[in-house]
């Protein structure tokens, strides 16, 4: 018999969780698909340094106070998340500096593991009832009848209203999204092309500690090989995203650890103290890429199946959570069933957040390149640049708006 919903979800990452959780709310049935088991975050994995994942992100003012309306940050552990009131970035191939600070008490962000944030998000999924979430489970082709689009799940283990079961299960429902990250099974079978480029870089993680670090500061250091972030996460310890060429990074991989240590020391370039290096190391390529359109039929995209960016304004995860709310708003008040007025919504979004993903896109690809520039000119217009945007705090606040949009 088919299980039939309002909304599928291919995806229980942190914005198919998310999407699924704002649906919810509106009083939609969800049914939320995820290939891998359910993620798991212990108190253990955040008192202790070497159960912590590398892959980290940084959540923006409106999306931490979006998570506290979902109930997710209730499930948080939360030693292990570092909020932050500054930011300080600085070029070391000129005299550009630029610094941000929070106008009152309140953060301008939190640096959260991924891990963390998808382990809480499906917990709080696990337990609304509008939520019916298929843990180890894979989604088959789909049909998009133009009334409804089916699928069958071979599913392992599924957690919701309807209780537990394991084996093969006919879904159905009015939409289906494809949240299911860069490689999107979703967006593969609709046949939508990705634009994509690669940076020919590599982001390289690890956690360390800095001696004298700013408090509550968020650091950027930007050098003529790429930006290394240094990330607050509490007590001393910093998320590190240090990017690099291509034909750099085994080289900083497999460095011991005292020439990695002075290497990072002199790409910081400013004088932090003692700087010790707590975990392993790891590095994933950085591309940019987007959907050529973001839905077709009654089938959307969002997050990374509809876009990826480069991490430098670590924006890539706020943009996909702002995908979830620009998309439920526009569904508001649609009846699904309708075709015609689904498809006139799922346009709107499409517009909308299309406009504002290559934007962001094409802004971070062009700041890359102004950043990595070896021209002299353009050295000295990063300058000017940066410290005459210091001086003009209007500019800055628009930008803050902009980062935590």
Not at 77 to 84: A, K, T
Not at 137 to 164: I, P, W, Y
């Amino acid at each position: 018999m088919t299980q039939h919903y309002d909304i599928i979800i291919n995806g229980a990452g942190m914005v198919g969780t998310v999407t699924a959780l704002l649906l919810a709310e509106q009083g939609y049935t969800v049914a939320l698909v995820e290939a891998r088991e359910q993620s798991l975050y212990s108190r253990m994995d955040s008192d202790h340094l070497a159960a912590r994942h590398l892959r980290v992100a940084a959540i923006s003012k409106h999306n931490l106070d979006l998570f506290e309306r979902l109930g997710i940050s209730q499930h948080w552990h939360h030693n292990s998340v570092g909020y932050y009131q500054h930011m300080q970035v600085w070029d070391n191939h000129s005299t550009g500096e630029i610094e941000f600070n929070s106008d009152s008490q309140q953060v301008l962000g939190a640096i959260i593991e991924n891990q963390q944030t998808i382990a809480a998000a499906q917990r709080q999924a696990n337990e609304h009832s509008n939520i019916d979430v298929y843990y180890k489970s894979s989604m088959t082709e789909f049909d998009d009848t133009g009334r409804k689009v089916c699928l069958n799940l071979e599913v392992q283990t599924a957690v919701g209203h309807t209780g537990e079961g394991a084996g093969s299960l006919p879904l159905s429902g009015y939409l289906l999204l494809g949240a299911d990250g860069a490689r999107s099974q979703v967006r593969t079978q609709l046949g939508i092309e990705s634009v994509q480029k690669s940076y020919q870089q590599h982001g390289l993680v690890a956690y360390l500690t800095l001696e004298k670090a700013p408090n509550n500061t968020a650091l950027q250091a930007f050098n003529q090989g790429g930006p290394v972030g240094l990330l607050p996460m509490n007590d001393g310890l910093f998320s590190m995203v240090w990017s690099l060429p291509d034909d750099q990074v085994e080289h900083w991989l497999k460095a011991d650890e005292s020439y990695f240590v002075n290497g990072l020391k002199a790409h910081i370039n400013r004088d932090f103290g003692h700087l010790e290096l707590c975990s392993e190391r790891a590095a994933f390529p950085l591309n940019k890429a987007y959907a050529k359109a973001f839905y077709r039929g009654r089938v959307a995209l969002l997050g990374d199946a509809a876009h990826t960016i480069h991490p430098l304004a670590g924006q890539g995860v706020n943009l996909g959570f702002a995908d979830a709310e620009c998309l439920v708003e526009k569904l508001n008040q649609v009846a699904l069933k309708d075709s015609a007025a689904l498809a006139h919504a799922l346009k709107k979004y499409q517009r909308v957040r299309l406009a504002e993903v290559h934007k962001t896109s094409e802004t971070m690809h062009a700041l890359h390149h102004l950043f990595t520039s070896h021209n002299a000119a353009i050295k000295g217009l990063r300058a000017f640049g940066m410290n005459r945007l210091n001086q003009i705090k209007p500019i800055k606040q628009w930008l803050l708006s902009q980062a935590g949009s």
